[in-house]
């Protein structure tokens, strides 16, 4: 499976452990940046946008992003049409993010969640299948949210 990983310089250490982790359970990965931990300045809407397009494209599956808290690089990610990221910090809601919501986005907060919990968080998430059903059918509704505000602009 293809994963894109981005952070924001606050997450940037917690991504790349994260990316040699799954490499080294064989997945593909890419790195969208942000890449120098030193550039406090660097913004988390910028990788947050580029893993959600890469996964509305098909370019990769699924995308892992890591920035101080999580949050703003998933809102940043959830503008997306059509990508739904969620926030981590335990690994059952990880799981359960795909199971019930189908959510093709983890998200982490380097400065909530240790590199060994969030590799118990990752395994969650990518441990996990989609199970449709009446979970489709709120997911879809999410969709429609997303389709109605589209024929306001
Ligand atoms: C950067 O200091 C911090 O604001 C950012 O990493 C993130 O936590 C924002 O949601």
């Known amino acids: 499976m293809k994963v894109g990983f981005g952070s924001d310089h ?4 917690l991504k790349l452990q994260l990316m040699e982790y799954l490499k080294e359970k064989g997945y593909e990965c890419t790195d969208y940046g942000n890449y120098d931990p030193n ?5 988390y809407p910028v990788p ?7 996964v ?7 995308g ?18 059509g990508i739904r990221a969620a926030v981590c910090s335990e690994p059952y809601t990880a ?9 093709q ?6 400065r909530v969640v240790g590199r060994d919990l969030a590799k118990m968080i990752v395994d969650s998430f990518f441990g996990a299948s989609f199970e449709g059903g009446r979970h489709a059918a709120r997911v879809d509704m999410i969709s429609q949210i997303e389709t109605d505000y589209g024929k306001c602009r």
């Open 64 to 81: 892992v992003l890591v920035c101080g808290t999580g949050l703003g690089i998933s809102l940043a990610a959830n503008k997306v049409p």
């Open 39 to 43: 550039d406090r300045g660097d913004d």
């Open 95 to 103: 799981q359960m993010a795909v199971r019930h919501n189908n959510c």
């Open 56 to 62: 509305a494209r098909g370019e990769v599956e699924k």
């Open 105 to 110: 986005i983890l998200s982490m907060g380097a």
């Open 48 to 54: 947050g946008r580029l893993v959600a397009e890469a």
């Open 10 to 13: 606050a997450g940037i250490e």
